[in-house]
């Protein structure tokens, strides 16, 4: 069984910072595309940075320049530092990985969720 854990939402002021953790733990074989996601009070659940195996990384627009995607991959666990916090970042986060247990059997789990609230 697969489980993700994440750690490190909280409340914050605008303009200042949180660093958000997540480890997977379980049957692993490997671990491809790591991510994060956010879903704010009313809309859709979003993608806000992502990064492979192999390094590659991708952001939302909306954060490009002050979030930072890292991962331990001996570790198997995912970073999300966030900088210059705007209140619109307000979002329960959530940590997605792509991993397989076997050779052939790969699937996408989802962590439980952190509240991230950034006030005015």
């Known amino acids: 069984q697969v489980q993700l854990v994440e750690s490190g939402g909280g409340l914050v002021q605008a303009g200042g910072s949180l660093r958000l953790s997540c480890a997977a733990s379980?049957?692993?074989?490997?671990?491809?595309?790591m991510g994060w996601y956010r879903q704010a009070p009313g809309k859709q659940r979003e993608v806000v940075a992502a990064?492979?195996?192999?390094?590659?990384?991708d952001y939302a627009d909306s954060v490009k320049g002050r979030f930072t995607i890292s991962r331990d991959n001996t570790k198997k666990q995912v970073y999300l530092q966030m900088n210059s916090l705007k209140p619109e970042d307000t979002a329960v986060y959530y940590c997605?990985?792509?991993?397989?247990?076997?050779?052939?059997?790969?699937?996408?789990?989802w962590g439980q969720g952190t509240q991230v609230t950034v006030s005015s």
């Open positions: 997605n990985a792509e991993i397989s247990t076997t050779r052939r059997d790969t699937l996408h789990y």
């Open positions: 379980g049957s692993i074989f490997s671990i491809n595309t």
């Open positions: 990064k492979t195996s192999a390094g590659s990384t």
